[in-house]
């Protein structure tokens, strides 16, 4: 194969490449939240946002109902035992600070079609959704007993992204959406707590934190989404 070969080859490759992508409809967002991490360190509450985070997300719809997401999620851990209800807790004085950068991919279901080549007045302006999927979240941080560090940590781990939302068509490529989510990880170490127990507590003394838990993240968040391509092909309804 010649190099005029190679160079049509590519040519042709890269125009059925663009008329594949605005064939389709797509969305690419970027939103500001907050969220806070649930674990063996801190406070005890599920919902109690800390820490700024972003958002970054692309998605392809499938038809009105269904989109596939991909999900780039930055987010801060903190927590302090000084901050806990357990008095436990607050005797043991541990805190953690570290940070997650978040990869998920999955479904996200509409609850009502979306459709912007409705009529204005039969067009859903509010569309509530959900989305679900798996991550892979790589996490650092450091682990502190009052104000001592005790180790740097780090390490990845797989979690289930469990998110509702609701979209607002802004006009006819622009929507915002408000979510908050709940990320299941696969793993007791985000606060750099699993590894401290195993090399620091003597076998016969009880640790005062549930090594049987794996650790949470729950995340809410503010989007501004840009819609493009050539939404006919899923929205002849």
Request: hydrophobic share 35%; net charge neutral.
């Amino acid at each position: 194969m010649n190099f005029m070969t190679k160079i049509h080859l590519i040519v042709i490759m890269m125009s059925f490449s663009l008329i594949s992508l605005y064939a389709q409809q797509y969305e690419i967002g970027l939103g500001v939240g907050a969220g806070n991490y649930i674990g063996d360190v801190g406070q005890e509450y599920y919902f109690n946002p800390n820490r700024i985070g972003g958002d970054l997300f692309f998605k392809r719809t499938v038809n009105p109902w269904f989109s596939t997401r991909l999900d780039l999620k930055y987010l801060d851990v903190y927590a302090n035992d000084l901050d806990a209800e357990s008095l436990g807790r607050q005797k043991r004085k541990l805190s953690a600070d570290g940070s997650i950068m978040n990869f998920s991919v999955g479904i996200e279901y509409n609850f009502l079609p979306k459709n912007p080549f409705l009529p204005a007045k039969r067009r859903y302006k509010f569309i509530p959704y959900m989305y679900s999927g798996l991550g892979l979240g790589f996490y650092t941080g450091s682990l502190y007993k009052g104000e001592s560090k005790i180790s740097d940590y780090d390490g990845a781990s797989f979690n289930i992204p469990m998110v509702l939302g609701i979209k607002y068509n802004i006009s006819h490529h622009f929507l915002i959406s408000v979510e908050t989510g709940a990320y299941y990880y696969f793993s007791d170490n985000l606060d750099g707590t699993e590894f401290y127990y195993e090399d620091n507590i003597r076998p016969n003394v009880v640790p005062s934190t549930n090594l049987n838990s794996n650790d949470w993240y729950t995340f809410t968040s503010f989007s501004l989404i840009y819609t493009f391509g050539n939404l006919n092909c899923y929205f002849n309804m």
